[in-house]
């Protein structure tokens, strides 16, 4: 019972503060009020009993897009973050060792994910980890077209092996390229091929016996041949 209280005490203490949260600069690049709330609400929760379970949301495609259509709803929100690191950098004006970094989820869609690290995730490693909605970022992508982001802060994440379906998935538009380049490599053969022309050959069947000397053969064929003309 004592542990219950405890438990229930210690998420009540290291649950995000709505007021600071209220603060957060949606669309803008910058490391806010709300922020910083976050982050300590984060390290908080890593210091406290490691039985304690806090409520956490998949973030399927659905949820991005309801997140999406009405970011402060979710605000504060805890979500589980799964996928493959493409992008990691410092946070040079934060007031401590911030790291931020763009995971790509399972279903293909880019987040920024931020931490409290000095040290910096390798891209192209298959992460886990938890991290609070912070707001949406619009920035410059890296093929220069302007985009929102989905931007949530946690603790330094796990690295994990790459799941086996995940390569499966990732792999099938591969897989269909090889199999359509195949495709055309045989039908270019194909083509190439050198035409075959087939003869008929006009064959006359006739019950007439041929003659056994030569001359009275030659005979008759000159007479069939002016009859033919006559």
Known sequence: MLYLFLTIISI?????????????????????????????????????IEDVTFESYKLTSTELDNILKDPNVFLGKLFNIEG?????????????DVAESFIRLKNGT???????????LESGRFIEGKGYFWKTIR????DEVE???????????????????????????????????ILIVQNIKWRSRPELIS??????VTDRPIADN??????????ESEENKS
């Not at 493959?84 to 401590?96: G, P, Y």
């Not at 802060?153 to 897989?175: D, E, H, T, Y």
């Not at 003869?199 to 006359?204: A, G, L, S, T």
Request: net charge neutral; glycine share 2%; proline share 4%.
């Open 139 to 142: 920035i410059v992508a890296r």
């Open 199 to 204: 003869y008929k050959k006009n064959i006359d």
């Open 84 to 96: 493959i690191v493409e992008q990691v950098r410092h946070r040079k004006e934060a007031t401590c």
């Open 12 to 48: 009540l203490a290291t649950s995000p503060q709505i007021d600071r949260l209220e603060d957060a600069r949606f669309q803008v690049d910058v490391l806010d009020d709300a922020f910083y709330a976050l982050l300590e609400t984060q390290v908080k929760q890593s210091n406290i």
């Open 147 to 181: 985009r929102t982001y989905l931007a949530f802060v946690g603790v330094v994440p796990k690295v994990r092996s790459i799941p086996n379906f995940g390569i499966k998935v990732w792999a099938l538009p591969f897989l269909g390229f090889a199999f359509i380049f």
């Open 214 to 223: 030569i001359e009275v053969a030659l005979d008759i064929l000159r007479a």
């Open 110 to 120: 880019p987040i920024m994910y931020f931490y409290s690290d000095d040290v910096l």
